[in-house]
């Protein structure tokens, strides 16, 4: 079936350095992407999120590209902090998926001192 | 302070016990979603409802039920039916159900 899905389940990133959580999506017809950030034991948060007539946008240290090409997402953190640690989801929604959001399984993000 | 709440934070029920889970929100949004999530996992859909007394099964209804008699409230019942309920339950709501979603800090329930 149609899924988000992401490629790495676990990364480990020096501290200073730059993080790149990578999402791979397979419907074409999703055109509104979403990156959650989720600290342990709490609700997800909303990071950024992008249109599909977009290729990139930034926020505050981070960025989110995408290319519709190889329906790939990525978000990108400068200068990862010990408060970045936390898992990511990636998510994808359509008009046409009755309001359904599809969640990615997460991406464990942990940053070494 | 506008957002999204739910009670308690954490549940303890004994097995064969309904429990009900409470979900309120003053956004004003439409959609309204029920998630499970076990450790170390995503988020799985249970429920979720684009309008008021309107509600649809998610990918994992089975053993769970919902209403949403007001636009602010959507409660969901761990009915015991459910055969494995223990896990962490997350509500989120949105504007209209396409654009993104607001989680609630979400409840810890343990079933034992």
């Known amino acids: 079936g149609e899924s988000v899905g992401l490629h790495l389940p676990t990364l480990s990133v020096q501290e200073g350095d730059n993080s790149i959580i990578n999402c791979a999506y397979s419907n074409s017809a999703s055109d509104y992407f979403i990156w959650y950030k989720q600290e342990s034991g709490k609700g997800p948060q909303f990071i950024i999120d992008?249109?599909?007539?977009?290729d990139k946008r930034q926020g505050q240290r981070v960025t989110v590209l995408l290319n519709k090409t190889v329906k790939h997402l990525s978000l990108q953190i400068a200068a990862t902090q010990p408060g970045d640690s936390a898992v990511y989801f990636c998510a994808e929604n359509s008009y046409s998926s009755a309001s359904k959001i599809i969640f990615g399984s997460g991406t464990r993000l942990s940053i070494r001192p | 302070d506008g957002g999204i709440t739910q009670s308690p934070k954490y549940l303890f029920r004994k097995e064969g016990q309904n429990v009900t889970l409470s979900c309120e929100q003053n956004?004003?949004?439409?959609?309204m979603y029920w998630y499970r999530q076990d450790p170390g996992q995503g988020l799985r859909l249970i429920y979720y409802s684009q309008i008021v007394n309107d509600f649809q099964k998610g990918d994992i209804a089975e053993g769970y039920s919902v209403s949403r008699e007001k636009k602010e409230s959507f409660p969901l019942t761990v009915t015991s039916a459910q055969k494995n309920p223990t896990a962490f339950y997350l509500c989120?709501?949105?504007?209209?159900?396409?654009?993104?979603?607001?989680f609630g800090p979400g409840t810890r329930l343990t079933v034992t």
């Open positions: 989120a709501s949105s504007i209209d159900g396409y654009y993104e979603q607001y």
């Open positions: 992008i249109r599909s007539n977009m």
């Open positions: 956004l004003n949004h439409d959609a």
